[in-house]
Each structure stands twice: as structure tokens, then as C-alpha cells.
T-cell receptor
């Protein structure tokens, strides 16, 4: 069965620190990969997605993620976080052409001003 | 462009009762998916509707059922409520077979079962 594992449940960083959130998935076929973010009091929204091509994907607000197929990983990165990045981040996977999106448990990021 | 809306915002029900949650899709979207998000967990896929038919289902029992209407609005029905059904229920709309396949999520309905 498909599953998504996010390595950290809670992360606390100071402003300007670099961020890397780990995500691993288990699925043998071709996948589409996503990172979603939920800011306090707001809807879940898409940060970035990988479908095919360049494994380094750039998203909104300076976020990027790298798909490493051999490691079944899709880690999220940002070189310098801001207080406004405080949110919960979800990694998700969908088998290509499928209907079911599997989410990880989420990582709560708190950025200290 | 109207976003995804859900109603009600909050709901309290008693074990054994039935509940109906509603979702209005983003304009132009023909697919809706429902998710259950328990506290401290990520959203879990319940089912998806496309053109008024269920075309995919997660590991949820038959007492979870849904409807999609010609205007692409949707309902999630849960019968015989159990305490473990307490969660945030999210709907997400998308445009089937689009290259981007982006799901747009609503704010959710918080269901408490006592």
C-alpha cells in the first residue's frame, strides 16, 4: 500500500535559517508528488508539485523540492525562512493517472522572529 | 473566480446519528474529493466523484457515502456516527484530466461526535 512518511513532526527555526523537511514515500510505480502548506487559519494550499522532467522543482514563496527516485524521497527546502513561513507542511503522493492522493502526517514549522 | 466553500463550519452530533456535509466546488471544476483529517494527522482520502459518479474510494466503510450534483457541488454523508468520526472533513475540487491536476481545498467542516 502507498504511504508517505514525514521525518519531523515539529521543527523550530530562527529567521534566516535554512529549512529542509524530509519526505519519503512507498510506491513502486510512477508518481506525482506534492507539498501543501496550511498557514494558521487558512486553507490547505499547494506549494509545489512534481510530475515529470527536472527533479528540482521550484514553488511559491522561495520553496523548492528535489525528487530523488532512487531514494523515494521528495524533500522540501528553503534557503532562508521567514516568520511568515510558520505553518504546517504536508507531503503527498498520487500514482500517475490515479485518483487517490496520500498525505503524510505533516510537519509543524515554527519560525522565531 | 469563486473558491471552494464548505458548510457548516462546525457541527456537533451524537454517536449513532447521521450527518450531511456540503461542498461547493471551484468554478469550472468537475471533480471533487473528500478527505478526513483527524487531529495531528494528514488528510486521509475518503472518495472522489467525477461527473456525478464515485470513481475512487479509500479505506472507509460504506456508511461514508457521497453525492455530486450537476452543478458539481457535493455532499458527504456519514451514517451511524462513531466517536472516531470526530475530525476535520475537507473537500477539494479539481479539473479532471488537466495537465496540472491541482486540487483546491475548502476550509473544512469540524465534526465532533459525542
Amino acid at each position: 500500500a502507498q504511504s508517505v512518511s514525514q521525518h519531523n513532526h515539529h521543527v523550530i527555526l530562527s529567521e534566516a535559517a535554512s529549512l529542509e523537511l524530509g519526505c519519503n514515500y512507498s510506491y513502486g510505480g510512477t508518481v506525482n508528488l506534492f507539498w501543501y502548506v496550511q498557514y494558521p487559519g487558512q486553507h490547505l494550499q499547494l506549494l509545489l508539485k512534481y510530475f515529470s522532467g527536472d527533479p528540482l522543482v521550484k514553488g511559491i514563496k522561495g520553496f523548492e523540492a528535489e525528487f530523488i527516485k532512487s531514494k523515494f524521497s521528495f524533500n522540501l527546502r528553503k534557503p532562508s525562512v521567514q516568520w511568515s513561513d510558520t505553518a504546517e507542511y504536508f507531503c503527498a503522493v498520487r500514482n500517475t493517472g490515479g485518483f487517490k492522493t496520500i498525505f503524510g502526517a505533516g510537519t509543524r514549522l515554527f519560525v522565531k522572529a | 473566480e469563486t473558491g471552494v466553500t464548505q458548510s457548516p463550519t462546525h457541527l456537533i452530533k451524537t454517536r449513532g446519528q447521521q450527518v450531511t456535509l456540503r461542498c461547493s466546488s471551484q468554478s469550472g471544476h468537475n471533480t471533487v474529493s473528500w478527505y478526513q483529517q483527524a487531529l495531528g494527522q494528514g488528510p486521509q482520502f475518503i472518495f472522489q466523484y467525477y461527473r456525478e459518479e464515485e470513481n475512487g474510494r479509500g479505506n472507509f466503510p460504506p456508511r461514508f457515502s457521497g453525492l455530486q450534483f450537476p452543478n458539481y457541488s457535493s455532499e458527504l454523508n456519514v451514517n451511524a456516527l462513531e466517536l472516531d468520526d470526530s475530525a476535520l472533513y475537507l473537500c477539494a475540487s479539481s479539473l479532471a484530466y488537466s495537465a496540472s491536476y491541482e486540487q483546491y481545498f475548502g476550509p473544512g467542516t469540524r465534526l465532533t461526535v459525542t
